[in-house]
């Protein structure tokens, strides 16, 4: 029954706010069920007058004239229906409009949080919210209040056929309120092992090639099917619960229609009533049961959007607050990393410890260090993708993951060390799908990132459809292509994680003179790259080790501290072979003279 107390406690968000301005259609739906509702009693009055009066007066004109005003009365009501089903559909809409960009917005921010409950089901939730909330069987519940009127108009033709509906309806509550407790925790499990396979699938789809060339999918196999036998298995175990209470409450159901018909027969024959109430009971009571057996009937749609409205409000709630933002003007460039501490949820090590360092506008930086370092961490935030757990980043004195997100990304560039493109031709993927870009403004980053000649040799050039994920391109095309969306209108500040991971030697050719046009340009870049060829441009050089700041300082400075060549040994009539060179002891973590 939780279903029916969820909207007594709104939660102050996005969707709590927009079932709030609910209250209005709904009222307004509401006044169309009251009119609806007393339009039916038509039906009964019909009846009874046919039998009533068309019978014993033998009368044609009054039996098509009662028709006639009946059916009219029922296309009123139709039209009536029609009105309330479009007002709470027109509703749905509103309320999509009020919350999906939140919820897209709140799962993207789950996604970068590496959240692992972050999936695109929350899109699927909010659907089958909206649609539950005002579809069907959500539109029952408007009828629900009208149920005591038809127990009162029974009661009024005979008190007796009034309690046997009564308690008909009654018994009909309570076995619904078992039927949901009896499928309500099988139906919870069956649906969390139904997520949890989906996510498995695609998982495994994404990573297709590496599961077929290592023979991984026998073995992953195994584990999408402990998921799937579990949605099975709990699944099968709700539905034959649901249907022995679906069969019981169908037997009650035709049980209470022939209590109905014997008691209003049982009347006829004692002279109580006249024959003419007989059928007018049966439809009165029919209505009156009707929405709590609409209710019955969708139970497990109903239970299903209270989940995932559960679902939504979690995720709404763990989302970064918007905060609002002043629009800032055009960075010059001026870095600064002051203090920050991080680790990501659920780590309990710091993978970034008391790192401070500073960098001018239009220099260029160049970020080296051993796998886990945590040189991708520092990527993700200097552009403002994860918040520090102490300190903070600052571009131009302000916080970088306080900066409105759409004006930051308009000064900033950044290319992730997997780079991934949608969906869609090269050149909205270069534009960043953004309304506005023109041609020339796209062209201009691509022969800025140095790939315009390999997108023109394209099947159709700009307009070639990168496919999902970009897969019709080859990795270094996918990186080359990412560099000219990083680079589009010469942004103020760029990050490049590993930029050359993919590239061939023209690739690292078009990077190298893509560095120096940023610098030509004033931009402020920072390069994560484990090799030292891509610093050539570099005036600075960072070196993290276990999420600490060893070497700071000048470029050369720094790579001849982590550069020493080996004292030759002279030992007669033996060759030695060429000493590795060797990094700097641990005593040695600090930054080198003049650069911080």
Do not use: C
């Not at 497990?300 to 559960?310: I, K, Q, S, W």
Request: hydrophobic share 50%; net charge neutral.
């Amino acid at each position: 029954m939780k279903f029916l107390t969820f909207l007594s406690d709104l939660p102050d968000n996005v969707l709590g706010r927009a079932l709030r301005e609910g209250y209005k259609p709904a009222a307004v739906a509401f006044g169309f069920s009251l009119v609806s509702n007393l339009l039916y009693l038509a039906l009964p009055l019909y009846t009874y007058q046919v039998y009533g009066r068309v019978m014993v007066s033998q009368s044609l004109a009054t039996l098509w004239m009662l028709t006639l005003v009946t059916l009219f009365v029922f296309a009123i009501s139709s039209v009536i229906d029609d009105f309330r089903a479009r007002i709470l559909i027109n509703y749905g809409v509103m309320l999509d409009q009020r919350v999906s960009g939140r919820v897209f917005t709140s799962l993207f921010d789950a996604a970068v949080r590496g959240d692992p409950g972050a999936r695109a089901q929350a899109l699927r939730d909010l659907d089958q919210f909206r649609q539950s909330l005002t579809g069907i069987a959500a539109a029952a519940f408007f009828d629900v209040p009208w149920i005591p009127v038809f127990m009162i108009v029974l009661a009024i033709i005979d008190p007796v056929v009034g309690i046997v509906t009564f308690a008909g309806g009654v018994v009909l509550v309570i076995l619904a309120i078992m039927q949901a407790r009896a499928t309500g925790a099988a139906l919870k499990d069956a649906n969390e092992a139904a997520l949890k396979s989906y996510g498995f699938t695609d998982a495994a789809l994404r990573n297709g090639e590496v599961v077929r060339a290592m023979g991984m999918l026998p073995t992953l196999g195994q584990a999408w099917a402990r998921h799937r036998a579990v949605t099975i298995e709990r699944g099968a175990a709700a539905a034959e619960a649901s249907n022995m209470y679906t069969d019981i409450i169908k037997a009650v159901r035709m049980g209470i229609q022939v209590l109905i018909i014997a008691v209003g027969a049982h009347l006829i024959l004692k002279g109580d009533i006249h024959m003419g109430m007989l059928f007018a009971n049966m439809i009165l009571a029919s209505r009156a049961l009707q929405p709590i057996e609409k209710i019955v009937g969708s139970w497990d749609p109903l239970n299903n959007m209270v989940r995932a409205y559960d679902r939504l409000n979690k995720l709404l709630a763990n989302a970064e607050p918007t905060a609002a933002a002043t629009s800032l003007p055009r960075p010059q460039g001026k870095l600064s990393v002051e203090g920050v501490n991080f680790a990501p949820p659920g780590v309990q090590r710091l993978v970034l410890a008391n790192v401070n360092f500073a960098v001018e506008p239009n220099e260029v930086l160049g970020v080296i260090g051993p796998s886990g370092a945590g040189k991708s961490t520092l990527a993700r935030l200097l552009v403002g993708i994860w918040r520090p757990l102490n300190g903070v980043v600052r571009l131009d004195g302000a916080d970088v993951f306080a900066w409105d997100r759409a004006d930051f990304g308009r000064h900033v560039g950044y290319l992730p060390q997997d780079t991934e493109l949608f969906a869609g031709t090269v050149r909205n993927n270069i534009a960043r799908f953004r309304d506005g870009v023109t041609d020339e403004e796209v062209v201009a980053a691509a022969q800025l990132a140095g790939v315009h000649e390999l997108i023109l040799r394209m099947p159709k050039g700009y307009d070639t459809d990168v496919g999902e994920g970009g897969v019709v391109l080859s990795a270094g095309q996918r990186q080359r292509v990412g560099l000219a969306r990083t680079l589009l209108g010469n942004p103020a500040f760029v990050v490049l994680d590993e930029p050359n991971a993919n590239l061939d030697a023209e690739g690292e050719d078009a990077l190298m003179r893509a560095i120096d046009a940023m610098k030509a340009n004033g931009a402020t870049v920072v390069i994560i790259s484990h090799k030292p060829g891509v610093f050539r441009a570099a005036d600075k050089m960072l070196v993290l080790r276990d999420g600490r700041v060893e070497l700071f300082g000048p470029r050369d400075q720094v790579m001849a501290r982590l550069v020493k060549p080996a004292q030759p040994q002279v030992q007669p009539q033996q060759s030695q072979p060429p000493q590795q060179p060797s990094a700097p002891p641990a005593a040695e973590v600090r930054a080198v003279e003049g650069g911080r």
